[in-house]
């Protein structure tokens, strides 16, 4: 079992900035691939970005490149969603995923299925 706990959501204002941590705890956390989606009302959750087992490779999705940047310590078993240049259309609950593997990381890594594990989520709130 992995854990997985977001903090760092809140209300801020259009072109504002805001990071979301996600920490991780239970298996070895470099073994993990790791995404955020996000989950807006009324719609389906949706890939946002991920991030290798290295670190060393990033996906995005198009609606957050150029604003959107991921990284992760594993020393620390965190993750990190950094968000620049809010939108109101950004705003979301926003979920850490891991996905277990060490091979072969890419697209699919943008499907919900890909992931073994979610966290609870944090709201982030764009406003106008």
């Known amino acids: 079992q992995v854990q997985l706990v977001e903090s760092g959501g809140g209300l801020v204002q259009a072109g504002d900035s805001l990071r979301l941590s996600c920490a991780a705890s239970g298996r070895t956390f470099s073994n993990y691939a790791m995404g955020w989606f996000r989950q807006a009302p009324g719609n389906e959750r949706e890939f946002v970005i991920a991030i290798s087992w290295s670190g060393g490779i990033t996906y995005y999705a198009d609606s957050v490149k150029g604003r959107f940047t991921i990284a992760r310590d594993n020393a620390k078993n965190t993750v990190y969603l950094q968000m620049n240049t809010l939108k109101p259309e950004d705003t979301a609950v926003y979920y850490c995923?891991?996905?277990?593997?060490?091979?072969?990381?890419?697209?699919?890594?943008?499907?919900?299925?890909?992931?073994?594990?979610w966290g609870q989520g944090t709201q982030v709130t764009v406003s106008s």
């Open positions: 995923a891991a996905a277990y593997g060490n091979s072969g990381f890419g697209q699919r890594y943008s499907a919900p299925d890909a992931y073994n594990y």
